[in-house]
Protein backbone atom coordinates (compact mmCIF):
# COMPACT_ATOMS: atom_id res chain seq x y z
CA UNK A 1 0.00 0.00 0.00
CA UNK A 2 1.53 3.31 -0.57
CA UNK A 3 1.96 5.25 2.33
CA UNK A 4 -0.54 8.55 2.29
CA UNK A 5 0.07 11.95 2.98
CA UNK A 6 -0.13 12.90 6.52
CA UNK A 7 -0.06 16.11 8.37
CA UNK A 8 -0.74 14.85 11.50
CA UNK A 9 0.67 12.21 13.90
CA UNK A 10 -0.95 11.14 17.28
CA UNK A 11 0.30 9.88 20.04
CA UNK A 12 -0.74 9.07 23.75
CA UNK A 13 1.36 10.08 27.00
CA UNK A 14 2.50 6.83 27.65
CA UNK A 15 3.84 6.46 24.08
CA UNK A 16 5.93 9.99 24.77
CA UNK A 17 7.40 8.50 28.17
CA UNK A 18 8.34 5.30 26.42
CA UNK A 19 9.92 7.02 23.63
CA UNK A 20 11.95 8.83 26.48
CA UNK A 21 13.01 5.45 27.94
CA UNK A 22 14.21 3.88 24.73
CA UNK A 23 16.31 7.24 24.09
CA UNK A 24 17.65 7.56 27.91
CA UNK A 25 18.89 3.65 26.91
CA UNK A 26 20.21 4.01 23.95
CA UNK A 27 22.46 7.12 25.16
CA UNK A 28 25.17 8.29 23.97
CA UNK A 29 24.35 6.36 20.74
CA UNK A 30 20.96 7.37 18.75
CA UNK A 31 17.48 5.47 19.64
CA UNK A 32 15.37 4.25 17.48
CA UNK A 33 12.13 2.42 17.16
CA UNK A 34 9.27 1.97 14.61
CA UNK A 35 6.06 3.35 15.64
CA UNK A 36 3.06 0.78 14.80
CA UNK A 37 -0.29 2.50 14.41
CA UNK A 38 -3.08 3.26 11.16
CA UNK A 39 -3.84 5.33 9.26
CA UNK A 40 -6.93 7.59 8.62
CA UNK A 41 -6.17 8.98 5.75
CA UNK A 42 -9.05 11.16 4.87
CA UNK A 43 -8.13 13.13 7.73
CA UNK A 44 -4.24 12.75 7.03
CA UNK A 45 -3.25 11.27 10.10
CA UNK A 46 -1.22 8.66 11.28
CA UNK A 47 -2.37 7.14 14.75
CA UNK A 48 0.62 5.10 16.86
CA UNK A 49 -0.69 2.01 18.37
CA UNK A 50 2.13 0.97 19.17
CA UNK A 51 5.78 1.19 19.74
CA UNK A 52 9.03 -1.10 19.31
CA UNK A 53 12.11 -0.46 20.01
CA UNK A 54 14.87 -2.01 17.86
CA UNK A 55 18.41 -1.46 18.54
CA UNK A 56 20.66 0.94 16.83
CA UNK A 57 22.74 -1.94 15.29
CA UNK A 58 24.98 1.08 14.12
CA UNK A 59 25.64 2.38 17.54
CA UNK A 60 26.63 5.68 16.36
CA UNK A 61 26.07 9.02 17.76
CA UNK A 62 25.11 10.32 14.61
CA UNK A 63 23.67 8.11 12.92
CA UNK A 64 20.79 4.89 12.94
CA UNK A 65 20.54 1.41 11.31
CA UNK A 66 17.63 -0.70 11.95
CA UNK A 67 18.50 -5.05 11.47
CA UNK A 68 16.46 -5.09 8.36
CA UNK A 69 15.58 -8.73 9.63
CA UNK A 70 13.90 -7.21 12.94
CA UNK A 71 12.06 -4.63 11.12
CA UNK A 72 10.89 -7.44 8.77
CA UNK A 73 9.95 -9.47 11.70
CA UNK A 74 8.30 -6.69 13.84
CA UNK A 75 6.46 -5.12 10.74
CA UNK A 76 4.69 -9.25 10.16
CA UNK A 77 3.22 -9.07 13.88
CA UNK A 78 1.72 -5.74 13.85
CA UNK A 79 0.64 -6.85 10.50
CA UNK A 80 -1.38 -9.59 11.85
CA UNK A 81 -2.68 -7.00 14.37
CA UNK A 82 -3.88 -4.61 11.90
CA UNK A 83 -1.38 -2.66 12.25
CA UNK A 84 1.74 -1.53 10.15
CA UNK A 85 4.33 0.98 10.17
CA UNK A 86 3.33 4.96 10.40
CA UNK A 87 6.27 5.86 11.57
CA UNK A 88 9.66 5.50 12.38
CA UNK A 89 11.54 7.69 15.64
CA UNK A 90 15.15 8.57 16.13
CA UNK A 91 17.12 10.62 18.57
CA UNK A 92 19.94 13.10 17.57
CA UNK A 93 22.46 14.48 20.16
CA UNK A 94 21.79 17.86 17.51
CA UNK A 95 18.98 19.45 16.66
CA UNK A 96 15.41 17.70 15.52
CA UNK A 97 15.92 18.32 12.05
CA UNK A 98 16.89 15.67 9.83
CA UNK A 99 20.28 15.07 8.44
CA UNK A 100 21.48 14.02 4.91
CA UNK A 101 21.46 10.31 5.59
CA UNK A 102 17.99 10.84 7.50
CA UNK A 103 16.88 12.65 4.07
CA UNK A 104 18.55 9.96 1.80
CA UNK A 105 16.62 7.31 3.76
CA UNK A 106 13.71 8.92 4.29
CA UNK A 107 13.05 8.73 0.26
CA UNK A 108 12.51 4.54 0.86
CA UNK A 109 10.54 5.10 4.44
CA UNK A 110 8.39 8.22 3.08
CA UNK A 111 6.55 7.50 6.72
CA UNK A 112 6.37 10.10 9.29
CA UNK A 113 9.66 10.48 10.92
CA UNK A 114 9.97 11.65 14.30
CA UNK A 115 13.10 13.33 15.49
CA UNK A 116 13.71 13.99 18.77
CA UNK A 117 17.06 16.90 19.09
CA UNK A 118 17.92 19.28 21.77
CA UNK A 119 16.68 22.64 21.01
CA UNK A 120 17.66 25.12 23.37
CA UNK A 121 19.70 22.56 25.57
CA UNK A 122 15.82 20.47 26.17
CA UNK A 123 14.90 17.16 24.10
CA UNK A 124 12.02 18.27 21.52
CA UNK A 125 10.36 16.09 19.23
CA UNK A 126 9.63 17.38 15.62
CA UNK A 127 7.85 15.42 13.05
CA UNK A 128 8.56 15.23 9.07
CA UNK A 129 7.75 13.62 5.86
CA UNK A 130 9.36 13.07 3.02
CA UNK A 131 6.14 13.67 0.26
CA UNK A 132 7.06 13.19 -3.41
CA UNK A 133 10.37 15.02 -2.74
CA UNK A 134 8.94 18.06 -0.35
CA UNK A 135 10.30 17.67 3.29
CA UNK A 136 7.15 18.56 5.24
CA UNK A 137 6.13 19.42 8.64
CA UNK A 138 4.10 17.15 10.66
CA UNK A 139 1.96 18.01 14.22
CA UNK A 140 2.39 15.94 16.77
CA UNK A 141 -0.42 15.72 18.70
CA UNK A 142 -1.70 13.88 21.76
CA UNK A 143 -4.10 11.51 21.99
CA UNK A 144 -5.97 9.26 24.34
CA UNK A 145 -6.71 5.71 24.06
ZN1 LIG B 1 18.91 11.54 12.13
Redesign the pocket.
Known sequence: MAIPRIAQIQLTSLHRRQLYGIRGRALPH?ACALLLGRYIEKELIARVIRITEAENIARSIS??EIDPELQYCILMAAAKEGLEQVGIY?S?PAPPT??A??LEFMEFNPCVWI?DGIQKKRFRMKAYQLWQGFLISVEIKQYQL
Open positions: ESFHHPSSDI
